[in-house]
Every structure is written in structure tokens, then in C-alpha cells.
């Protein structure tokens, strides 16, 4: 079993940066896909970035390609998303997630609420 322990959360002004930690544990990091979604008030569970176990491949959501970053410490068991230029619509709950060597995502953390204000 794989936990996730999401951080870095909080309020923001557009424009700023917000930094998020995801922290895991129970499984052997480098062995893990992350990802991260998020969830606005009233819609769906959204894909926002992943990376690879090695970090050769990242991909990105088009509403945040070239604002957001995702990159991973394997000696740190922990996955990060750096935020810039944010905006209003990116508020929402962000959600860390792993998968091992299936396509899709196992394992969910709690979430951390972010809030851009206007």
C-alpha cells in the first residue's frame, strides 16, 4: 500500500506561485508513476501533470503547459508541482497520485486546497 501526503497548498493572488509536495511512502518511489489532478467546486476530477518513475517523460494538461512544472526527488520519496502565473480558474483541490505498473492511477492522496484570488 502506497500513501500519499499532499502539501504546499494555501491562497494566492493571480499572478503568484504556489508550490506543492506530495511525500510517499510504503513502496519504493522509483517504482512509482505520480501525477497530479485537481478538482474545482461542481466539476470533474481533472489530469494537471504526470512524470515518469526516472523523470525522462513529463506531461502536462494544455490549461497549464508552460505555467506549471513537475518534477520528482527519488532520494526524497516525494513529487512536486511548482505553479506560476497562476490564475483564478486554477483553484480547485490538487490531488498527488501513483501508479505502479498499471495504466492507471492506484493510489490518491487527501488533496490540498488551492485559492487564487482575483
Known amino acids: 500500500q502506497v500513501q500519499l501526503d499532499e502539501s504546499g497548498g494555501g491562497l494566492v493572488q493571480a499572478g503568484g506561485s504556489l508550490r506543492l509536495s506530495c511525500a510517499a511512502s510504503g513502496r519504493t518511489f522509483s517504482t512509482l508513476g505520480m501525477g497530479w489532478f485537481r478538482q474545482a467546486p461542481g466539476k470533474e476530477r481533472e489530469f494537471v501533470a504526470s512524470?515518469?518513475?526516472?523523470?525522462?517523460?513529463?506531461f502536462y494538461a494544455d490549461s497549464v503547459k508552460g505555467r506549471f512544472t513537475i518534477s520528482r526527488d527519488n532520494a526524497k520519496n516525494t513529487v512536486f508541482l511548482q505553479m506560476d502565473s497562476l490564475k483564478p480558474e486554477d483553484t480547485a483541490i490538487y490531488y498527488c497520485?501513483?501508479?505502479?505498473?498499471?495504466?492507471?492511477?492506484?493510489?490518491w492522496g487527501q488533496g490540498t486546497q488551492v485559492t487564487v484570488s482575483s
Open positions: 512524470i515518469s518513475r526516472s523523470s525522462g517523460s513529463t
Open positions: 497520485a501513483a501508479r505502479g505498473r498499471s495504466p492507471t492511477y492506484e493510489y
